[in-house]
């Protein structure tokens, strides 16, 4: 009969240990979610935007990339290097040589503004911002370029 009484005294203390511990994870999953949520409210945002959006081939589009919110000394943007993934195979990279980041002084660029030519098809084009290898913050497009009479064997 002891070894009942003991086996459930500690099925209870075990039933009361599992919720204490699911709360003690969940409590510091919220907290870390919250923190995800602060740095996320100040981190900038980009929006890519295309005129025009619908083309007949050849189509020449200007994309513009416009970062916004967040503070103007954002370090994950600052200096960062630009690429375009133009949806059909192809990129075009540039960067930029820069005085070295101090924070309340250091200005991101907030407009970036191309030109590119397109063919007939389907293209989901992608404006990165990148610190070495990395990509730090990226905005997406995309475009229906229809065949123009020369492509359509007319």
């Known amino acids: 009969m002891s070894n009942l009484r003991h086996l459930r005294f500690w099925a209870t203390v075990g039933c009361l240990l599992i919720p204490l511990s699911l709360l003690a994870a969940s409590t510091a999953a919220a907290q870390k979610s919250d923190k995800d949520k602060d740095s996320d409210s100040k981190r900038p945002k980009i929006n890519l935007k295309a005129q025009p959006m619908i083309a007949i081939s050849p189509a020449r589009v200007v994309l513009t990339a416009e970062i916004?919110?967040?503070p103007n000394d954002y370090e994950d943007f600052y200096c960062a290097a630009v690429?375009?993934?133009?949806g059909d195979g192809t990129r075009s990279e540039s960067g930029s040589d820069c005085e070295p980041y101090e924070p309340g002084k250091s200005e991101i660029k907030r407009h970036f503004t191309v030109v590119h030519n397109f063919r007939a098809g389907q293209f989901r084009v992608t404006f990165r911002l990148k610190r070495g290898d990395k990509s730090v913050g990226f905005a997406t497009v995309?475009?229906?370029?229809r065949p123009g009479l020369r492509e359509t064997g007319h």
């Open 68 to 70: 916004v919110g967040g």
């Open 83 to 86: 690429e375009w993934d133009w």
């Open 142 to 145: 995309s475009l229906q370029i």
